[in-house]
């Protein structure tokens, strides 16, 4: 059981370049997240998906695409990566609400640098 | 939007002294309140969590308190070691939705 897999875990992409960040989680869960971490902002919610096939926008969705064909994965897509992408992302996992639990699951994190 | 606040940003202790972090929602439909701690470099790992049904929860060393009223909880963790250094971060989850939102972070430092 690896919980929330993610994958690269450092990549650096120039300005314009697009990439995608994978994420697979093992645990069944129905819902799944996208968050970026930056000095003195905490954790900030970019998209998450509630169950598979549908997505919604966190805090800040701009600049990010996602989707969620298969229940096990999550993917972020940066479509022309800007240096205010340079970020640390975690995906997150959970149980539906009322299910066990209730918590979220992170994911060791991908370190994206944009120059 | 929901909203979660928290302070404060950085706090130092003694070693064997008592650390309170304190959170303020603003959707009072919030229903569920983890804490995470986060040490350098790793990911994010609950500690303790507590229901909007229940106004206290405790494990061992960690205790967290929710005013609903006032939309305020607190994380307090007593008798402080050097290996409770770390970020502290506390999230709200809304009734009926699956979004948790965070606030941005306490640097904890425990002093030997």
């Known amino acids: 059981n690896a919980g929330v897999t993610q994958t690269p875990k450092f990549q650096v992409l120039k300005t314009g370049q697009s990439m995608t960040l994978q994420c697979a989680q093992d645990?069944?869960?129905?819902?799944m997240y996208w968050y970026r971490q930056d000095p003195g902002m905490g954790l900030r919610l970019i998209y998450y998906?509630?169950?598979?096939?549908?997505?919604d926008k966190g805090e800040v969705p701009n600049g990010y695409n996602v989707s969620r064909l298969k229940k096990q994965n999550f993917l972020l897509g940066l479509e022309s990566a800007a240096p205010s992408q340079t970020s640390v992302y975690f995906c997150?996992?959970?149980?539906?609400?009322?299910?066990?639990?209730?918590?979220?699951?992170f994911g060791e994190g991908s370190w994206l640098t944009v120059v | 939007g929901e909203n979660v606040e928290q302070h404060p940003s950085t706090l130092s202790v003694q070693e064997g002294d008592s650390a309170v972090i304190k959170c303020t929602y603003s959707d009072s439909a919030s229903n569920y309140f983890p804490w995470y701690k986060q040490e350098l470099g790793k990911r994010p790992q609950l500690i303790i969590d507590i229901r909007s049904n229940v106004g206290e929860k405790k494990d061992q060393r960690i205790a967290v308190t929710l005013n609903k009223t006032a939309k305020h909880f607190s994380l307090h963790i007593t008798e402080t070691q050097p290996e409770d250094s770390a970020v502290y971060f506390c999230?709200?989850?809304?009734?009926?939705?699956?979004?948790?939102?965070f606030g941005t972070g306490t640097r904890l430092k425990v002093l030997a």
């Open positions: 998906s509630a169950s598979e096939g549908t997505t």
């Open positions: 999230a709200a989850r809304t009734s009926g939705t699956y979004k948790y939102i």
């Open positions: 997150a996992s959970s149980y539906p609400s009322g299910g066990p639990g209730n918590t979220i699951y």
């Open positions: 645990m069944n869960h129905n819902s």
